[in-house]
């Protein structure tokens, strides 16, 4: 019996061990999980709290956010795109003996790349990109032997790609865009015959050709060179990629022809070439290219017609010819591509007639073939299909009128006829398309009256009507445009008063009804419009005076009218870059904030006003006009009443109470420097003054120790100067108390110094005293200011180029938070006894979350000129907004010419336009280079540099580079002439 039993005994005490230790097992974390929790306790910093469910409670890791598993519970994956996270990677991660990808997209991760990772031996995917890994690239890469996909894009990696990565056979995707490589072009890739992706694009590499050893790469589906310093030709042995779907190679210096090997590539579907030196034609075989949907070869030197066999092209998608020397007629078949979306040739030099059928199919949508020498009329069936999305033909030749078939397109979002020869009536139908968003029809010959309908274009953000032959009353009806931001009806026949309606665009900030004949007095309904900033009124016959408030206003043109009375006192507190009331009949004085050199013309033909000490005005009160017996014989009595009965009332306080006390003065140090309040505010004297302007006055002053210091005296306070002067009480408006530590967020070589702050409960202004820069503004420097007569040769200019991308360089990506300056521009500039270049001003500036979002503002801020297009057109701004403003900067050093107003850029009034056009016809280096900076053969640098401001002021934010890319792309412009040590 007992024998029988024992079995059965066995069997449950089995049973019970396996239950318990299920239990165990269901109750604890695995090893697994206790690796991956025991690294985020002590290596991450997650503070968005995404890894909330990386904890005990969950004890099954495969279901923990970014955690994958086999069907054995082992972790394979662990993905954390985009959490934010920072701290280490170490090799603990590669306890996970099953693991096989790591993908950390989009965090917070710097320092080396983490070497600890090579012994993850099994892995077969590690991406790292978008972090700030920096230093070197890891010369034993080649222990990762497994790697299929290694994504390394978007850190700020330095220096040259080692060979080791070319023993990665087994890789089928290799990125490397975004980073500060230095080196030559790997020509080892060529070793990885397995790979199907690879980029290298945006680092500033050394010069050089394209390796013919890519040809090798016969899976290679995806390829992207562009921005990575490469020259001379492509290589005819691109052609033996026969599986390649996407080229794009644009954002070089490439040259000579479009190779006709190119055109075997039967998968193409991409092909990107532009940006770059080609010439010769685009060849007529490309009509092979079956597949392709997308083609750009703007911005090079092609020459020749547009090959007919395009037409063949039926999956075509997008046209891009822009900034070419094309010439002859645009291929009639173009009309009949099925499939296409966009087509652009703009900015060649085409000649011909648009042809009549181009717009007979059904599905196109997109017709762009601005900037070119094109004639005859609009073809009349464009929107036959119902599907007609965008058209953009300005700057052209055209005549005749707009086809009134387009009055039947509905799905017409955007009309660009401007700067052509168009004439007649404007049809009635399209004044009120609601769907339109944008409607140019300036410098044309159109005639009659804009239209009452035009309030039915609900939908409308951007009106130009400018220089036409409009005439009769602005309708009233313009004011029910609420998403409208830029209204230019300029240089018209306007008559009559300007409509109080005007009053319900709530979202303009753009407002020029300059150049026509309106009459009457300005509503100032219109001036307190919290949106608008640029407001242009000038040369009409307006009458009255000018009302306020004006809240945001950045440029304000009232000259050429009948205005009278004197000018607001709150103009001279805004941040005015334009203001100007010549000619009219003002009084009365000048306000503080607009006694500056900036405005020297501004008051012209007003006799009555006075008060400007720099604007050479008489003063308010004559003396001269009395002789000096009878003036003192008016003064003295009621003088020495006034100062007797002074002196009675002090002595009789006096022998009551102590003496009061001097106001309580409160001086924030954020430097060694010394700083006596009483003395400053003591030499806080007119004669001190050197600059005015809407945040208010600034003063030299000499400390007692010797030291010269800029104090800028403001009334309130905005930007990163009210995050330096935080408030303690509640309401905006009062001074408050001064946050120490908050000028610790940006000290550099090359941003202003900011030295103490003094403020007081008592008074309504605050004093910042900043180092002095002795020389004055890069602006002033370059232009007609204080020290504009010695000139900055070239070698100068470049250093303080540079310096100022460290600046910016130092506010974007070593920041924490980021800095966005938002106002960057030449006058904010500043320069050093050496020149050295410091970056000023920042009044306007605001913290970032994070690098690459994009941020919508209420109105912008800054400078014409200098705003970046979607800044301007949308409120959109990020980082690239400030890089785009540089670039326009590194066009003035190159060239010497101011921003906008120079008589060469005529109707544009823009530097990047007038560069452009300028590269287009082949001239750059004979008009672009400033004459006055050229020493010692340096015009080839100048072209160098150049590029990049070009290339900062792409009209694509995501094509410009990031800062720190473009200090490597100024180094590297040094060449062995100007070494980097030389430039610190």
């Given at each position: ?14 049973f ?15 090893q ?13 910093r997650?503070p ?15 279901s923990?956010?970014g ?34 990808a790591l993908?950390?997209q ?9 070497r ?22 890891p ?16 850190n ?6 080692p ?8 890789l089928?995707?290799?990125f490397?865009?975004g ?7 790997p ?47 492509i ?19 490439l ?11 039967s ?16 060849p ?12 750009d ?7 020749g ?27 009639a078949q173009?009309?009949e ?6 087509f ?5 030099q ?21 900037e ?8 009349k ?16 030749n055209?005549s ?5 078939s ?24 399209l004044?009120?398309?609601?769907n ?33 032959l ?28 300007i409509?109080?309606?005007l ?21 100032k309904?219109?001036m ?19 009302p ?5 206003m ?13 000018i607001?006192?709150?103009?001279g ?7 100007n009331?010549s000619?009219?009949n003002l ?24 008060g ?15 002789s ?20 009675s ?20 140090l ?9 003395h ?19 003063y ?9 210091v ?43 110094k ?22 004055g503004?890069l ?13 900055l040769e ?31 521009k ?12 410091k ?9 970032l ?17 200098y705003?970046?297009p979607?800044?301007?057109?949308r409120?959109?701004v ?24 120079e008589?060469e ?9 007038w ?20 020493k010692?053969?340096?015009i ?19 094509r ?25």
């Amino acid at each position: 019996m007992a024998a029988i039993m024992l079995p059965s005994a066995l069997a449950l005490f089995s049973f019970i061990l396996t239950l318990l230790l299920f239990i165990l097992h269901c109750t604890s974390v695995s090893q697994d999980g206790m690796i991956l929790l025991k690294i985020k306790k002590e290596n991450w910093r997650d503070p968005r709290n995404i890894l909330s469910s990386w904890n005990e409670a969950h004890q099954n890791p495969c279901s923990w956010k970014g955690v994958s598993c086999d069907t054995f519970h082992s972790v394979t994956t662990v993905n954390i795109t985009g959490a934010c996270i920072s701290g280490n990677l170490t090799s603990a991660i590669c306890g996970l003996p099953n693991l096989t990808a790591l993908i950390f997209q989009t965090n917070s991760f710097s320092g080396p790349f983490p070497r600890g990772l090579l012994q993850c031996e099994g892995l077969r995917l590690l991406d790292l990109s978008s972090n700030q890994f920096s230093g070197t690239l890891p010369i034993r890469i080649f222990e990762l032997s497994e790697l299929r996909v290694l994504n390394l894009g978007d850190n700020a990696f330095r220096g040259s790609i080692p060979p080791a990565f070319g023993m990665l056979k087994k890789l089928e995707g290799l990125f490397f865009h975004g980073n500060s490589l230095s080196g030559a072009f790997p020509t080892f890739v060529g070793n990885l015959v397995s790979l199907r992706n690879f980029t290298i694009s945006n680092n500033p590499l050394l010069p050089g050709v394209t390796p013919k050893e890519l040809g090798n790469l016969k899976q290679l589906q995806q390829l992207w060179l562009y921005n990575c310093s490469l020259e001379g030709g492509i290589p005819e042995v691109l052609g033996n990629l026969t599986e390649l779907e996407s080229l794009d190679m644009s954002m070089n210096r490439l040259s000579g022809d479009i190779p006709s090997s190119l055109m075997a590539l039967s998968n193409l579907r991409v092909l990107t070439l532009s940006e770059n030196n080609l010439s010769g034609q685009i060849p007529a075989t490309i009509g092979q290219l079956r597949s392709l949907s997308s083609l750009d070869l703007t911005d090079n030197q092609l020459h020749g017609t547009i090959p007919q066999i395009i037409g063949n092209l039926t999956y075509l998608d997008t046209l891009i010819f822009s900034s070419n020397r094309l010439t002859g007629e645009i291929p009639a078949q173009l009309g009949e591509l099925r499939h296409l979306r966009v087509f652009m040739v703009d900015g060649n030099q085409l000649n011909g007639w648009l042809p009549q059928s181009l717009g007979t199919y059904s599905n196109l949508r997109d017709v762009e073939v601005f900037e070119n020498n094109l004639e005859g009329p609009l073809p009349k069936n464009l929107c036959m299909g119902g599907a007609l999305f965008s058209v953009d033909v300005s700057s052209n030749n055209l005549s005749g009128t707009v086809p009134s078939s387009l009055q039947n397109c509905t799905s017409l979002t955007a009309l660009l006829v401007y700067n052509n020869q168009l004439s007649g009536e404007f049809p009635p139908g399209l004044w009120d398309s609601l769907n339109l968003n944008y409607l140019y029809l300036g410098n044309n010959k159109f005639e009659g009256k804009i239209s009452a309908k035009i309030g039915g274009a609900k939908n409308l953000k951007r009106l130009k009507t400018n220089n036409n032959l409009f005439e009769g009353r602005l309708p009233a009806q313009v004011g029910q445009l609420k998403e409208l931001m830029y209204f230019d009806a300029s240089k018209n026949r306007l008559s009559g008063p300007i409509p109080h309606e005007l009053a319900g665009l709530s979202s303009v900030s753009t407002l020029k009804l300059d150049h026509n004949f309106l009459s009457g007095e300005i509503p100032k309904e219109i001036m307190s419009l919290k949106m608008l900033n640029q407001l242009y009124l000038d040369h009409n016959r307006l009458t009255g005076e000018i009302p306020g408030p004006l809240n945001h206003m950045t440029n304000l043109d009232l000259s050429n009218n009948l205005l009278s009375g004197g000018i607001p006192l709150e103009l001279g507190r805004l941040r005015l870059n334009v203001f100007n009331v010549s000619n009219n009949n003002l009084s009365g004085r000048i306000p503080d904030g607009l006694d500056n050199l900036v405005f020297k013309e501004s008051y012209l033909g007003n006799s009555k006003l006075c008060g400007a000490r720099y604007v050479m005005l008489p003063p308010c009160w004559s003396p001269h006009k009395l002789s000096s017996w009878r003036l003192a014989t008016i003064l003295l009595p009621p003088l020495s009443i006034a100062v007797v009965a002074l002196c009675s009332i002090c002595l009789y306080r006096s022998s009551f109470r102590k003496p009061r006390s001097t106001p309580l003065w409160k001086v924030t140090l954020f430097s060694s420097t010394e700083v006596d309040e009483l003395h400053i505010l003591r030499n806080l004297k007119e004669s001190n003054v050197i600059g005015s302007g809407g945040a208010g006055k600034v003063y030299k002053i000499l400390l007692q120790n010797g030291q010269v210091v800029a104090v800028k005296k403001i009334w309130n306070t905005s930007g990163l100067e009210k995050k330096i002067m935080r408030k303690a009480e509640q309401e905006e408006n009062k001074v408050g108390e001064v946050e120490v530590d908050a000028m610790g967020l940006i000290r550099h070589t090359n941003i202003i110094k900011l030295l103490s702050c003094i403020s007081s409960e008592e008074s309504n202004f605050k004093l910042l005293v900043y180092e002095f820069m002795p020389n004055g503004s890069l602006f002033d420097r370059l232009h007609d200011g204080p020290g504009s007569h010695m000139v900055l040769e070239w070698p100068m200019r470049y250093r303080i180029a540079l310096g100022a991308a460290r600046g910016l360089c130092y506010m974007h990506h070593d920041c924490f938070p980021p800095i966005l300056h938002r106002d960057v521009k030449s006058s904010n500039i500043l320069l050093d006894g050496d020149l050295g270049a410091k970056i000023s001003d920042f009044g306007t500036s605001r913290e970032l979350d994070k690098l690459g979002n994009e941020y919508t503002v209420s109105f912008y801020v800054g400078s014409h000129g200098y705003i970046a297009p979607e800044y301007a057109e949308r409120l959109k701004v990020n980082e690239k907004s400030d890089v785009y403003s540089f670039g326009v900067v590194v066009l003035e050093l190159v060239s010497g010419k101011k921003a906008t107003g120079e008589a060469e850029y005529g109707e544009e009034e823009h530097i990047v336009t007038w560069i452009r056009n300028t590269i287009r016809m082949g001239r750059e280096e004979i008009e672009v280079p400033d004459k006055r900076a050229v020493k010692d053969n340096c015009i080839e640098q100048m072209m160098r540099v150049l590029r990049v401001g070009l290339i900062c002021t792409h009209r694509q934010p995501k094509r410009r580079p990031c800062m720190k890319e473009v200090v490597e792309m100024l180094v590297a412009c040094g060449g062995d002439k100007l070494k980097e040590k030389e430039l610190k």
